[in-house]
């Protein structure tokens, strides 16, 4: 059984992933995917292992969005953190 971790501190732990040495500490997430625009795809659960936070547009921080970019693929994706299921392999709970 996972262990349960609150937004908050999934969201500082995004927030501060860089190692005491300033290297990028990779996470894993899972989230919903809700979008207006594409409504067939609303409600499949997506996850990403090796992500990193990258630098948000002015008002992602304020519609309650973060950035991450995928390692492997230098996908760059936006999360709802709303939507987030899963940070590490632990449950999000709000």
Known sequence: M???I????ALRLMDESMSPSGELVPFSISFVKYS???PLHNGEEVSYKNCIKTAVRQNM???MQRGIRVIDSNDIKTVHIWLITRFNGNSVRW
């Open 2 to 4: 996972s262990e349960t």
């Open 6 to 9: 609150h937004l908050r501190d």
């Open 36 to 38: 207006k625009e594409k």
């Open 61 to 63: 921080k304020k519609n």
